[in-house]
Nanobody, 124 residues
């Protein structure tokens, strides 16, 4: 069992930056692939970025490539999402998720545990 708590969301102007954090409690954090997803009102929950267990491999949605960086600190049971050059279309609730056995790290169905989400609002 893994509990995930996101933080770092807020209101920012277009072009600004935010750093989201996701603190995990439970056992064997380093065994999980970690992902960040987002969901805007009336839209589906989509992957933003994901990082494999040891952090050697990462995945980014095309919409955030070059603007976002996912990283993890296994010693602190935390995963981060650094978001730069934010756009109004980045406005959404951002969720942290953990996957133990899933192979498709861009699919929300491969994730076993989810946080409650943190709101990111980008004003134009």
């Amino acid at each position: 069992q893994v509990q995930l708590v996101e933080s770092g969301g807020g209101l920012v102007q277009a072009g600004g930056s935010l750093r989201l954090s996701c603190a995990a409690s439970g056992r064997a954090f380093s065994a999980y692939t970690m992902g960040w997803f987002r969901q805007a009102p009336g839209k589906e929950r989509d992957v933003v970025a994901a990082i494999r267990r040891r952090g050697g491999s990462t995945y980014y949605a095309d919409s955030v490539k070059g603007r976002c960086t996912i990283s993890r600190d296994n010693a602190k049971n935390t995963v981060f999402l650094q978001m730069n050059s934010l756009k109004p279309e980045d406005t959404a609730v951002y969720y942290c998720a953990a996957s133990l056995y899933g192979s498709n790290w861009s699919s929300l169905y491969d994730y076993d545990y989810w946080g409650q989400g943190t709101q990111v609002t980008v004003s134009s």
